[in-house]
Structures are given as C-alpha cells and as structure tokens.
C-alpha cells in the first residue's frame, strides 16, 4: 500500500500562516505598545538629532580604538566613501572620499574588513551591515541589545537589563526601546568592545549613545 502525498497548493495561491498564541499576541502588542525613549543614565546621546548624523548610502559601521587616548572610535562605510567619528564627541576626525575600489566595501575580503583612516591607518577594521557580520550585542556588566519586528518591516532596536525578551520586567525601568527605523533599513547596531558605545546604523543615520562622562557641552555633536 503506497502513502499519499500530500498536495502541494497551486502556484501563486497564499500559504495561511500559523496562529499567534495568546502569549505571542500579548508579547507584540507589548512590544508595540513601548514608546521611543531616550536610554537611561549612564548613557548620553553623541549627536544632537533624534537620529543621529545623516550618512547617505550608509552601507555598514565598525568599532576601532584611538591609539592615543583608547577613545572608541566608529567607521562609516558608504557609498560616498569612508568616515571615522569620535564615539564621545560625535566629532568626525578622518574621511576618505575615494577609497581604493578593492578596499571600498568588505565584501572584497573573507573577514569583512576595510583598511583603517586617519589615526587607525595602517590597521583594519571589522565592518557590520549589508554585506554581513554584527556588533556586541551584549556588555559585560549586563547591558543587552536586541532587534524586534513587531510590525514588519521597520525594525526597533532595544536596551535592556533583565537579559532580552520577554522582557517581562516594568518597561522604562528594565528596558527600554531606544530606536525606531521608521524609514530607513536598518544596517547594523551593537556595543563596541569596550561596552562604553552604542552603535544604531540604518541606509541613511548613524545614531550613538556613550556612557563616556561629558567634559562639557561641546562632547554633544551638532550636525
């Protein structure tokens, strides 16, 4: 006696998709529920905006040290060339409008880097975004960082301390949702290495948050 197969639904005619659960549908509509917040002390935002420093063409970002004063550093890879940023200042302090073509994206290597610029030349630099790779998404004292698409496709970034979703923890209190890529795709988003930065990079903004004490007024970039 043979099995029946099981037919297949005729080309172009929609597949239901499963069921939410009653705890999925409480889970989303908590998500989406969650106002954009500012992130609590001790993080700062670098850049004056709500979101961050326009970067048209924004392809990925990458985390590297200052060799002088171990300040986190962020480099910009877009279709307009390279950039690198202070992480506390918002200030950028290198650009190379016009890379070798070999080295312009990091999809031309295995390990997806891009030479270094400025006071990092000479080195490379791990960049996450369109082409792959990602960022920490956790520090070492229990800061998390997590992506969630309760209404597909704009994406919400989230910081957290009760170690990620459910998050059944009071919101504003143990998380907290920090950005929202309304119009634009989100590219990347993590810690640097140092736990001390907050990277957020979408198609077209860079935002960051740092927990590097304010000197003065000028450690917020305007742009």
């Known amino acids: 006696m043979t099995k029946q197969n099981k037919e297949a639904p005729p080309a172009g005619q929609a ?24 992130p609590p002390a001790p993080w ?10 326009p970067v048209g063409g924004l392809l990925g970002i990458g985390f590297a040290s200052h060799p002088a004063s171990g300040r986190d550093l962020v480099m910009v890879i877009s279709h307009d060339g ?3 940023f202070d992480a506390v200042t918002g200030e950028k302090i290198a650009r190379d409008r016009d890379p070798d073509p070999e080295d312009s994206t ?4 295995a390990d ?9 030349a000479g080195s490379r630099v791990h960049i996450a975004g369109l082409f792959g790779g990602g960022l920490h998404t956790k520090a070492e004292d229990g800061w998390t960082l997590e992506a969630v698409t309760p209404a597909w496709p704009n994406d919400r ?3 957290s301390v ?29 810690f640097s290495p140092s736990g001390e930065t907050i990277a957020v ?23």
């Open 157 to 159: 970034v989230l910081l």
């Open 44 to 53: 700062r935002p670098v850049f004056e905006y709500a979101y961050g420093v």
């Open 82 to 84: 390279h950039g690198l």
């Open 201 to 223: 990079a979408t198609s077209s903004d860079l935002s960051l948050w740092t927990r590097h004490p304010a000197r003065n007024n000028e450690d917020v970039a305007r742009r």
């Open 162 to 190: 009760d170690g990620g979703l459910p998050h059944s923890g009071p919101y504003g209190e143990q998380w907290w949702h920090i950005f929202h890529a309304t119009y634009s795709e989100l590219r990347a988003f993590g």
């Open 106 to 109: 990091p999809d031309g290597v």
């Open 112 to 120: 997806l880097t891009c030479p270094g610029l400025g006071p990092i």
């Open 15 to 38: 597949v239901s998709e499963p069921v939410l659960s009653a705890y999925q549908r409480a889970l989303r509509d908590r998500l989406l529920a969650a106002p954009v917040v500012p």
